[in-house]
């Protein structure tokens, strides 16, 4: 996929096929958006992320701790299916022969094919692989047989973590490729999954989600859902639903094959909408909307601050640890984690009235939670004598974030370890998860 000249000593870049990008306008798709659309491919630079100077003394990096979504895939079964019944309700009723392409569009998407991780997805994860490895060269050389690697129970995690351990590898050490399996870890990678307290406030609670419903009321999102229909000629017979399965029909599609002819029934300004209707129920289901969705992170916030100290431990006494350990999960496990770590909370929440006044948010799911989205914990090592100080830098898709606990994106590590200490310290996810109200017959929705 991509071309490697080396430019300098340092300098490695991707030439050619730089942009992988939709050709479908702004590349807003929600959560269904593919890495590359939102965060095109950089040039792979030699140790970008290996040193860091401060105080005038050069710190080493001496970890990396990674959390990824899973990469681009396949949509599940029943969206399969019900693209098919979509086609057929337009095609009996649409009038205008720009839009002839439905009479002929054919599902050829295997059953089998369900929620399986795509080519797409497949590049993502080798380059971010890729882009890791070269960033950290001088910390993973001769090292790659200690890397961990942990996935949920599904096989798109399996699949994700392989290919980013592909990528890594082929930076670290082309001509000795291997091939490292996961371990399954869903205590770390799916806290979420029977957290009664979460399901029984968040998620199946239909209440809770009254602002994207409120939102598919508003003149804004019923115009546009109207503007589609119009422009098939098929005015009233399209329904909310309808329109937000063509945008899933459209984002998957591109997201297998590059293409998608259905993407030509949105404007930019419509994806606008429908991302922002996506928005509205992840930022509550999946961020800010109820404190029990951070504090169910801890087994993993704990996992990485463990993770973190002993690395510390070992490399300050010149013992082996993992150098990188990485786990792949999914959107729910990356939108949590930031809501848990306090990054990208807008000052206002999202509500079905304010889409004009957020229209500069900071959470957007296409861009902080897209397929492949990742946050990476890079621990550094500074000075030659003793004591040494330890620096922690946070980065979310590849891009250093300020660090909540010292407003500035290079941390003292026992700052922000402190900063998190509940969380690490006093984990107790039983208790956080409990519901005394909750059984599964009084889930609302
Ligand atoms: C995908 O399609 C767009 C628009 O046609 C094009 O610019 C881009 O190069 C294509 N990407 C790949 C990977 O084929
Ligand atoms: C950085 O240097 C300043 C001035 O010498 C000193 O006060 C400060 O403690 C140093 N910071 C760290 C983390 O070592
Ligand atoms: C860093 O070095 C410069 C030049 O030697 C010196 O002026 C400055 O005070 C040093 N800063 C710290 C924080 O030590
Ligand atoms: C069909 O597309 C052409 C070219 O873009 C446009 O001029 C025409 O108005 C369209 N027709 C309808 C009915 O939308
Ligand atoms: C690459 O792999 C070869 C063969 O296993 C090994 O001898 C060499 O040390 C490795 N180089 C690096 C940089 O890891
Ligand atoms: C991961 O997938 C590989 C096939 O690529 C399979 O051999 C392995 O058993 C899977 N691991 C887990 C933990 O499911
Ligand atoms: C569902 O959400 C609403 C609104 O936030 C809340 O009042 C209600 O208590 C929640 N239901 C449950 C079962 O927690
Ligand atoms: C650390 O261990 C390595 C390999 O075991 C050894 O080559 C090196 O000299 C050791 N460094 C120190 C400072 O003990």
């Excluded at 649409?94 to 050829?108: H, L």
């Excluded at 209707?277 to 029990?292: F, Q």
């Excluded at 402190?418 to 889930?443: A, E, L, T």
């Amino acid at each position: 996929m991509f071309g490697f000249t080396a430019i300098t000593l340092s300098t490695i870049c991707v030439c050619g096929n730089a942009d992988i990008l939709t050709g479908y306008g702004n590349n807003l798709f929600a959560s269904k958006t593919g890495y590359f659309w939102t965060h095109p491919a950089k040039q792979f630079i030699l140790n970008q992320f290996n040193d860091l100077h401060y105080n005038n003394s050069t710190c080493k990096a001496i970890q990396l701790n990674f959390i990824s979504r899973h990469a681009a895939r396949y949509t599940g079964a029943d969206d399969m299916d019900s693209f098919t019944l979509l086609q057929n309700k337009i095609k009996s009723s649409y009038k205008n022969t720009n839009y002839s392409f439905i009479q002929s569009w054919v599902n050829d998407y295997p059953t089998t094919k369900e929620s399986s991780v795509t080519k797409l997805g497949i590049e993502e994860m080798n380059y971010l692989g890729e882009k890791f490895g070269y960033a950290l060269l001088d910390l993973l050389r001769s090292k790659l047989n200690t890397v961990k690697l942990r996935c949920s129970h599904s096989q798109r995690t399996n699949t994700s973590a392989q290919a980013f351990f592909k990528g890594l590898s082929k930076a670290v050490n082309n001509s000795n490729v291997l091939h490292v399996l996961p371990a399954v870890d869903d205590r770390v990678t799916h806290f979420y999954k029977g957290c009664s307290n979460y399901e029984s406030k968040v998620e199946y609670n239909k209440t809770y989600m009254h602002e994207m419903y409120d939102f598919q009321k508003t003149p804004t999102f019923m115009n546009m859902v109207n503007g589609i229909a119009d422009r098939l000629g098929m005015l009233h017979i399209l329904t909310a639903d309808d329109a937000k399965m063509m945008y899933l029909l459209c984002a998957t599609e591109v997201a297998i094959r590059n293409r998608s002819e259905w993407c030509t029934l949105q404007t930019d300004s419509d994806r606008e909408i429908l991302e922002y209707e996506n928005d509205l129920e992840d930022y509550y289901l999946r961020l800010y909307g109820h404190p029990v969705t951070a504090a169910m992170t801890c087994p993993l916030v704990q996992d990485v601050f463990r993770s973190l100290d002993h690395a510390l431990y070992r490399s300050k006494s010149n013992q082996t640890y993992p150098v990188v350990d990485a786990r792949f999960g999914h959107s729910p496990t990356i939108g949590a984690l930031l809501a848990a770590l306090g990054l990208f909370k807008d000052v206002h929440p999202l509500t079905a009235k304010n889409y004009q006044t957020m229209k500069h948010r900071l959470f957007f799911d296409s861009s902080v939670i897209p397929f492949s989205a990742n946050v990476a914990f890079i621990l550094y090592e500074c000075g030659h004598g003793t004591p040494k100080t330890n620096f922690l830098k946070l980065y979310v898709n590849e891009e250093p974030v300020v660090i909540p606990a010292c407003n500035s994106v290079t941390c003292e590590y026992s700052v922000v370890r402190r900063y998190y200490s509940d969380m690490v310290d006093k984990c107790d996810w039983n208790n956080v998860c409990k519901s005394v109200h909750f059984s599964p017959s009084n889930i609302v929705g």
